[in-house]
């Protein structure tokens, strides 16, 4: 299927959930000598840098320094404690719902608890994989951007019915969306509110669709809190 713009989805889709929306509810000097009698053995406490695993959106991705550019992104305001990954994910330009969740049950698979975060498909895709897994696989807390809503029309990616049970004990789990988002209307996110009370939503402006931007300080100051 071609695809319209970055991050959303192929342009027939995009079309029909436009008419769709939400089917209306839906980062001196000392001498050497005084220096061996005076320096003591310092132990230095070994800290692991935690994953951050960002599943992009549809389409190909932008690249800064030829990487997707949710690592620069991300990564310079969250080093040394994190790592950003952000690997390409299967045919972004005809994404498919099983070949994506394959994808990230490998990215996954040590069974280290990750930051997850996903941009638009990769959003509803990350998060209809978390309702399916059995087990759920653990992770360290949840950040979802600009994510689309699937209804009934759109079987492959759509959650079930039940979802919302499915996730209420998911925390934390941030929403994060543009009001001027020309993709995925505002709307979409606040059908997530409502059916995810425990979620804790950021409403921005200026962001448009993609955060194609050199920061994103409200996403990192909040992976940040995970520490505290």
Do not use: C
């Not at 959930?17 to 000392?30: F, I, K, S, T």
């Not at 070949?99 to 498909?121: K, P």
């Amino acid at each position: 299927m071609p695809l319209a713009g970055h991050g959303l989805r192929p342009a027939p889709l995009r079309r029909r959930a436009r008419r769709q929306q939400l089917n209306r509810d839906p980062l001196g000097g000392a001498s050497p000598f005084i220096l061996l009698f005076t320096l003591r053995p310092t132990v230095v406490a070994s800290t692991r840098a935690q994953t951050v695993l960002v599943i992009h959106g549809a389409g190909e991705p932008r690249r800064r320094a030829g990487k997707v550019y949710w690592e620069s992104m991300l990564g310079k305001d969250l080093r040394p404690e994190y790592i950003v990954r952000a690997p390409r994910m299967p045919q972004p330009t005809n994404p498919q719902y099983q070949a994506w969740a394959r994808r990230i049950a490998e990215l996954i698979a040590d069974g280290t608890s990750r930051v997850l975060v996903g941009h638009s498909f990769g959003a509803s895709v990350l998060l209809k994989y978390l309702v399916d897994a059995t087990p759920r696989p653990s992770f360290t807390g949840l950040f979802l951007i600009a994510t689309p809503f699937w209804g009934p029309d759109f079987p492959e990616f759509a959650l079930p019915p039940d979802f919302a049970t499915r996730l209420r004990d998911v925390y934390p789990l941030y929403l994060y969306h543009s009001r001027d988002d020309a993709e995925v209307p505002f709307e979409h996110m606040e059908h997530y509110r409502r059916a995810l009370p425990q979620a804790i939503v950021r409403a921005l402006d200026g962001r448009g669709h993609e955060f194609n931007q050199p920061h994103f300080p409200e996403l990192a100051a909040d992976i940040r809190r995970l520490e505290a």
